[in-house]
């Protein structure tokens, strides 16, 4: 298996601009989270998944935040209108039901927004 | 709610030598489990190793092994002979072990090893 899959790895934008962030997660894996790294905040939980069904959106920032997961291979995390403090990595993981609730990482998108 | 500590921002290690890294947890709950990950300058996250709170037997993998104190809620990573590749951000984290909304990671704030050769 590939493991978990992020594109685009780099995105720089300006101000404004919509942004969308692709994740296929591990063929299988029944959960899918997305998080965010900044220096100022660490890692944080954004949301998660359950077979394709958003279980917690507690962490979304705001509205200018959304996901979507179509089926059990893709997940979108969009921002409109994108702001310079939205610049992060953010990451995409990815697990399976049961124990022990390891999570697989994807290796993260690095966002720019001038 | 949650928390995960780790008190040390930075560590430094001499090669072959041994370093511990410290982590410690609150939690309300009796079943949990806990992680170390590294981030690599690549910053992919990778799994090191992992604790089930039920087991009293502290986990090891190869050089990795961790100081697991459930009373004390401490979870510290020992690394033995460090080679250069160790050097990495390291994160403790911890999850519930029950469904629903206790599948998060909660992670610690990091600690950035050195490895001097």
């Known amino acids: 298996d590939a493991g978990v899959i992020q594109s685009p790895r780099h995105e720089v934008t300006e101000m404004g601009q919509e942004v969308t962030l692709r994740c296929k997660p591990i063929?299988?894996?029944?959960?899918l989270f997305w998080y965010r790294q900044t220096m100022m905040r660490g890692l944080e939980l954004l949301i998660y998944f359950n077979n394709n069904v958003p279980i917690d959106d507690s962490g979304m920032p705001e509205d200018r935040f959304s996901a979507k997961m179509p089926n059990a291979s893709f997940s979108t995390l969009k921002i409109q209108p994108s702001e310079p403090r939205d610049s992060a990595v953010y990451f995409c993981?990815?697990?399976?039901?049961?124990?022990?609730?390891?999570?697989?990482f994807g290796p993260g998108t690095r966002l720019t927004v001038l | 709610a949650q928390t995960v500590t780790q008190s040390q921002p930075e560590m430094s290690v001499q090669e072959a030598e041994t370093v511990t890294l410290s982590c410690t947890y609150d939690t309300s709950e009796s079943d949990y489990y806990l992680f170390w990950y590294k981030q690599p300058p690549s910053r992919q996250m990778i799994l090191v190793i992992r604790q089930e709170a039920y087991k009293q037997q502290n986990a090891t993998e190869n050089r990795f092994s961790v100081n697991f104190q459930k009373a004390a809620k401490s979870f510290s990573l020992k690394i033995s002979d460090s080679q250069l590749g160790d050097a990495a951000m390291y994160f403790c984290?911890?999850?519930?072990?029950?469904?629903?909304?206790?599948?998060?990671?909660?992670f610690g704030t990091g600690t950035l090893l050195a490895v001097q050769p």
């Open positions: 993981a990815s697990r399976a039901l049961g124990t022990p609730h390891e999570q697989f």
């Open positions: 984290a911890y999850s519930s072990s029950g469904g629903g909304a206790t599948n998060k990671l909660i």
């Open positions: 063929s299988g894996h029944d959960y």
